[in-house]
């Protein structure tokens, strides 16, 4: 199985930026789709954004479309989420997830692989 290790999270204000960093190691990464959930305290773990695993075709939430953007970079074993116009809404900890195949799916148990999880705090 892959390691996943997510950098990027931290405390910032309304209406500001961050850009979230995913790294695999262990596995073809290449090879599967990826997607980023968050889950704030008391709330269900929900999907953010996913990619394909070419990148070819992505998913955003709506509550995020137009601010959020996920990207992959498979020479790097990395994928991104650009974050702007954050809102206090926004604040939980976001995980990155790798799928079983090469197409995303919707459900968290999809997912057999997932990093640890960064804060992302945003301040009203």
């Known amino acids: 199985q892959a390691q996943l290790v997510e950098s990027g999270g931290g405390l910032v204000q309304a209406g500001g930026s961050l850009r979230l960093s995913c790294s695999a190691a262990g596995r073809a990464f290449r090879n599967y789709a990826m997607a980023w959930f968050r889950q704030a305290p008391g709330k269900e773990r929900e999907l953010v954004a996913a990619?394909?695993?070419?990148?070819?075709?992505?998913f955003h939430a709506n509550s995020v479309k137009g601010r959020f953007t996920i990207s992959r970079d498979n020479a790097k074993n990395t994928i991104h989420l650009q974050m702007n116009s954050l809102k206090p809404e926004d604040t939980a900890v976001y995980y990155c997830?790798?799928?079983?195949?090469?197409?995303?799916?919707?459900?968290?148990?999809?997912?057999?692989?997932w990093g640890q999880g960064t804060q992302v705090t945003v301040s009203s």
């Open positions: 990619i394909s695993w070419s990148g070819d075709s992505t």
């Open positions: 997830a790798a799928d079983s195949s090469h197409s995303y799916h919707y459900a968290p148990s999809a997912y057999n692989n």
